[in-house]
C-alpha cells in the first residue's frame, strides 16, 4: 500500500471516529459489548472500545450483570481518553448523576412530582435517594396524617421537591403536599356525593366531650352525643372509641361551611316510632328516674322515651326540689297526662298514679292518720 494510501485510509478512520474531539466530562451514547462480574466494555463508536469498571456502574456497587445486559444502549461519561491500556475510561454512575440533576431542577421548577427511595430514618424525619441523590423528608411533611417514620424504610414514595440547594447538598421533598391535593380533590367529589339519609362506613377518629368525630373517607362528620344512641348518653366513649369502624347516617349536610352531622343511632328503630302506640293518656306505668331539674322529674318509660314529672305532679306535699323526695335511677310509676307524638312530649304525674293505685286506697281506708309520700315510695326499688 502507498504511503498516499496509508494516510488516506488512515484520514479517513480518524474522521470517522473524530479522535481528536473526545475529551473528559464528554457524555457519549454506546451499546454494551460484554458483561462480567468486573467491568462492562461499551462500543462508544470510538477507535478504542469504552470500559466501565464496577465502582462506576453503580452507587453500591452491585454486580455488573444486575446493572446492565448485553446490547443495552447506555448513555457514559468520559473519564479518561485513553486509560492507559487501548480503553477510554467510563461511568455509568456520573452520567446519571448529571442526568438526575437536571431531572430534579426541572422538577423542583415545574413543581412535578418525583419518585424516590427511603433508604433510613433519621433525626427529625428520613432520608430517601433520587438515584444517587440525597433527598431529606422531614417528619412533619412525610405525610398529611402522622406516620411511623420507621414503616416508610426501603419504600418508594412520590415527593415534591420543597427546597433545592446543590450547593450546600440541601434537598428538602415533602409527601404531604400531594396527599393535601389529593385530598382536597376528593373532598369535593364527596361533599357533592353527600345525601341526607344515607348510610356511609367510617372511623371514629376523635373523641370530645360534646360527641365524636368520625372519617367518612376523606372528609370528617361530627356525632352529637344525642345521636350516638337512642338512650341517654353522657360520654361518647360510653358508646364508641377512637378506631372504630361504625355505620352511621348522613344527616344535616353544610357545604358552604364544610359542616355534616353523622347519626350512629338506626333510624329504622327510633323509639317513638316502636313504642309510640304503647302509650296512651291515661295510662299507668312504671318508668325510671334519669334526671332531675329545679322544675321536675324525667322519667323514662322506653329505652329513649322519656315524660316530664313537674313538681307540682310529684306529691301534694310541699318540697322545694324534686331531689327532696326521689332518686337517679328509682323506679316509680307514673300516670299519663298528655301524650303528643309528633312534638314528642309527655306530662306525666306521680301523685295521681298513687291515687289510682289500688294498694294506696286500700292503705288510706285502714290509715285515719295519712301518709306521706316517702311511706308511699317505699314499695319502689332503687338501683
Known sequence: MSNEEIQGSMGDFLNDYDVKRLNRGDILRGKVIEVNDKEVSVNINYAFDGL???????????????????????DVYVLSPNDGEGYVELSLVRVLAIKEKEDIKQAFKEQKNITVKVKEETKGG??????????????????????????????????????????????????????????????KAIWDSLIEGEKRQGVVKKLVKFGAFVDIGGIEGLIHLSDLSWERVNRAEDVVKEGDKVEVFIGNVDKERERLSLIL???????????????????????????????GAFVELFDGIEGLVHISE?????????????????????????FNKEEKKIALSIKDALESNKEYLNYVDNDEEGTSLGDLLKGFKFE
Request: with cysteine.
Open 265 to 295: 343511632k338506626d333510624v329504622a328503630k327510633e323509639p317513638w316510632a316502636l313504642h309510640g302506640g304503647n302509650v296512651k293518656e291515661g295510662d299507668l306505668i312504671e318508668g325510671k328516674v334519669v334526671r332531675l331539674t329545679s322544675f
Open 52 to 74: 466501565i469498571c464496577r465502582e462506576e456502574l453503580s452507587a453500591d456497587e452491585k454486580d455488573p450483570r444486575e446493572v446492565v445486559n448485553k446490547d443495552d444502549e447506555i
Open 126 to 187: 428520613v432520608i430517601a435517594y433520587y438515584g444517587n441523590i440525597r433527598v431529606f423528608i422531614p417528619g412533619s411533611l412525610a405525610g398529611r396524617e402522622r406516620i411511623e417514620l420507621s414503616s416508610l424504610i426501603n419504600k418508594e414514595l412520590e415527593i415534591k421537591i420543597t427546597e433545592l440547594d446543590f450547593n450546600n447538598n440541601k434537598i428538602v421533598g415533602s409527601r404531604r403536599i400531594i396527599e393535601e391535593a389529593e385530598y382536597n380533590k376528593n373532598k
Open 314 to 338: 310529684i306529691t301534694d306535699e310541699h318540697i322545694t326540689k324534686p331531689a327532696d323526695v326521689l332518686e337517679i335511677n328509682q323506679k316509680v310509676k307514673v300516670k299519663v297526662l298528655t
